[in-house]
T-cell receptor, first 113, second 113 residues
Framework: KAGVTQTPRYLIKTRGQQVTLSCSPI?????VSWYQQTPGQGLQFLFE???????NKGNFPGRFSGRQFSNSRSEMNVSTLELGDSALYLC????????????FGSGTRLTVV | GDSVTQMEGPVTLSEEAFLTINCTYT??????LFWYVQYPGEGLQLLLK?????DKGSNKGFEATYRKETTSFHLEKGSVQVSDSAVYFC????????????FGKGTKLSVIP
């Protein structure tokens, strides 16, 4: 059974640019969540989608957005990149309830220069 | 709001030593509790979970018991190995309507031969 796939693994962007990250969940999982991991702030929740609907959003500026497609794949977009957006972005998929836990991908390492 | 506090690292142990990583939480309702592990350059892997009070989660020799009276979920292992060297995260999911994990800051464990 394939795991959660995130692409690309590494990305280098310039300040002011925008970036799109992709996440393919485990087959059958309808919930996809995104987290930002930095050394200073740790793991912070960005947003969660279930069946193409955003059910929850973390405390991030509007430059961070996401969407989910009918096949449950998800993308997140960051516009007008800032140096502080450099982080490991992790995607997690689940069946949709907390009881089963979440399976994480290996992440996309974004560096903004 | 929800929060997780875990002991700051780094923690350095000799092989075969006993491991305890403390974790306490604050949450509304009846949260599910998790321990995740992150190896260098990788995403998070679910180590164990407990979904109700007095449940004991266990996996690969690691154990943690959901203590509602002390709001704790301490991770223990009787004999650590070099391969256990990683960062460990305690997390909670506060239940229906939440759709997100709240993480502790992580504890880096190094096991030396």
């Amino acid at each position: 059974k394939a795991g959660v796939t995130q692409t690309p693994r590494y990305l280098i962007k310039t300040r002011g640019q925008q970036v799109t990250l992709s996440c393919s969940p485990i087959s059958g999982h309808r919930s996809v969540s995104w987290y930002q991991q930095t050394p200073g702030q740790g793991l912070q929740f960005l947003f969660e989608y279930f069946s193409e609907t955003q059910r929850n959003k973390g405390n991030f500026p509007g430059r961070f957005s996401g969407r989910q497609f009918s096949n449950s794949r998800s993308e997140m977009n960051v516009s007008t990149l800032e140096l502080g957006d450099s982080a490991l972005y992790l995607c997690a998929s689940s069946l949709g309830t907390q009881i089963y836990g979440y399976t994480f991908g290996s992440g996309t390492r974004l560096t903004v220069v | 709001g929800d929060s997780v506090t875990q002991m700051e690292g780094p923690v350095t142990l000799s092989e075969e030593a006993f491991l305890t990583i403390n974790c306490t939480y604050t949450a509304t309702g009846y949260p599910s509790l998790f321990w995740y592990v992150q190896y260098p350059g990788e995403g998070l892997q679910l180590l164990l979970k407990a979904t109700k009070a007095d449940d004991k989660g266990s996996n690969k020799g690691f154990e943690a018991t959901y203590r509602k009276e002390t709001t704790s979920f301490h991770l223990e292992k009787g004999s650590v190995q070099v391969s256990d060297s990683a960062v460990y995260f305690c997390a909670l999911h506060s239940g229906a309507g939440s759709y997100q994990l709240t993480f502790g800051k992580g504890t880096k464990l190094s096991v030396i031969p």
